[in-house]
């Protein structure tokens, strides 16, 4: 019987927390540009783009070569812990997962910030996949948000 799992990714970025948080919660458009190496493109499918309920179609590149998708809906914004959390639906992610939550918590530092990304799920069955590519997928893709920030 599938039981509820969770699975961190912790990644410390240059960035300040204000600047990542806010490239997460206001410019999730922007992220094929941000993050190119795992984000091919993503599209507004209900609302609008930086809203609870808002629902966004994603197409990226998991472990470097392998082309998915999948929908994701924003559940909650909290400004003030600087967190995000979604969830995620459809596409392999549907075939693999009942359920998928996506948490993004950023946490300022001296210097830089402390990103956490855990994902909270359920597998359809025991034989189903630990989702480990996903949290390859995740610190690549802070890593390249950070880089692009980092520049600006």
């Known amino acids: 019987m599938a039981q509820i799992r969770k699975m961190d990714c912790q990644v410390e970025i240059k960035s300040s927390a204000e ?28 609302g609008d783009w930086n809203s609870v309920g808002c629902v966004r179609k994603w197409t990226y590149i998991l472990g470097g070569a392998k082309i998915e998708s999948g929908e994701e809906q924003l559940e909650a914004i909290d400004d003030e812990s600087k967190t995000l959390t979604f969830k995620m639906a459809g596409g392999e992610i549907g075939n693999t997962f ?5 948490v993004l918590k950023v946490t300022p530092k001296d210097e830089g910030s402390l990103v956490n990304w855990t994902l909270i799920y359920e597998k359809q069955n025991d034989n189903s996949p630990e989702p480990v590519g996903y949290k390859d997928f995740m610190a690549t893709w802070i890593k390249n948000v950070d880089a692009n920030l980092s520049k600006a």
Not at 21 to 31: P, S, V
């Open 19 to 46: 600047q990542f948080f806010d490239a997460f919660k206001n410019k999730m458009q922007l992220m094929p540009k941000l993050a190119s190496q795992v984000i091919s493109d993503v599209k507004l499918v209900q």
């Open 98 to 102: 009942k359920s998928l939550k996506s």
